[in-house]
Nanobody, 124 residues
């Protein structure tokens, strides 16, 4: 059974930075593609960023492109989301997701495993 645990969320002022981490346990980490999604109050869950199994390709939502960076460290079984130039509209619960696939995917339904989420709040 794959387990995902997010950390690194918190309260930050607009323009600030946070780095989210997602630690995975239960199977060989480098056999999974990974993604980050977020859900704001009263809104649907939306795609943020994804990374392929190899780490060689990444995708970003237009709203975060140029500000967020997804990366993975297979030796540490961890995927990261570096978030810079944060805006109040980035406020949400952020979830990491994993799937035994190869290519990066922005489709939530393709991911089999989800973390419990970590709250990110950006004040104006």
């Amino acid at each position: 059974q794959v387990q995902l645990v997010e950390s690194g969320g918190g309260l930050v002022q607009a323009g600030g930075s946070l780095r989210l981490s997602c630690a995975r346990s239960g199977a060989t980490f480098n056999g999974y593609r990974m993604g980050w999604f977020r859900q704001a109050p009263e809104k649907e869950r939306e795609f943020v960023a994804a990374i392929s199994r190899s780490g060689g390709s990444t995708y970003y939502a237009d709203s975060v492109k140029g500000r967020f960076t997804i990366s993975r460290d297979n030796a540490k079984n961890t995927v990261y989301l570096q978030m810079n130039s944060l805006k109040p509209e980035d406020t949400a619960v952020y979830y990491c997701a994993a799937d035994y696939g190869v290519l990066a995917s922005r489709t939530a339904s393709e991911y089999d495993y989800w973390g419990q989420g970590t709250q990110v709040t950006v004040s104006s």
